[in-house]
């Protein structure tokens, strides 16, 4: 389109809008001149809701968000470690667990993303070149946790962090099969 072209179709747009006239309200007089009123209360409407007071079912007496019953989520943690899933972190649950209609359905699928890629992608292939580069897989959790998330991805992936997990769940790393797993620790 040509700039002059432009220009008469912006000209004609605001010339076609127009302006109205302001209102004048009441005007002040001396004696409510002192006189405040209180703030007007917040509504409902413009807070986002916190589950935790909105849905106190929701939550285990743990702090944890109940998610049995809903499909495709992985098992409760327990003592015993068992391999990380994509659905296992905090981020994404109350979306899922609200049911995730219409835009909850992509607002569920992008933390799971994230997720996956960090569990699946990421740290197994920085764990090959971490291997190849020391010659040496990691041998312990405590290497993993040091070296190779506040060491080694700092130093090729700064900000890396693992995924927050609900209260009380914890990462554990196995080097005998060189998985990322998580539990619950007991007491």
Not at 132 to 145: C, D, I, K, N, Q
């Amino acid at each position: 389109m040509k700039p002059s072209a432009l220009l008469t179709l912006v000209g004609m747009f605001v010339l076609t809008t127009g302006c109205d006239a302001p209102q004048v309200g009441n005007p002040v007089t001396v004696a409510d001149a002192g006189v405040t009123e209180p703030a007007p209360e917040p509504t409902t409407t413009s807070r986002v809701p916190d589950s935790k007071v909105e849905h106190p079912e929701w939550y285990l007496p743990d702090g944890r968000l109940d998610m049995s019953g809903i499909p495709g989520e992985p098992p409760m943690t327990t003592s015993t470690p068992r391999k990380v899933h994509a659905k296992d972190p905090k981020k994404g649950k109350l979306t899922r667990r609200r049911g995730g209609k219409l835009l909850g359905t992509t607002l569920q699928a992008l933390p799971w993303a994230e997720n996956e890629t960090i569990f699946n992608i990421v740290i197994p292939s920085q764990l090959a070149t971490y291997d190849a580069l020391e010659g040496r897989p990691v041998r312990s959790h405590e290497e993993f946790m040091d070296k190779f998330v506040n060491g080694f991805m700092q130093q090729h992936q700064p900000g890396f962090k693992l995924p927050e997990l609900e209260p009380g769940d914890e990462y554990l790393f196995d080097p005998e099969d060189k998985v990322l797993k998580i539990y619950r620790p007991e007491g």
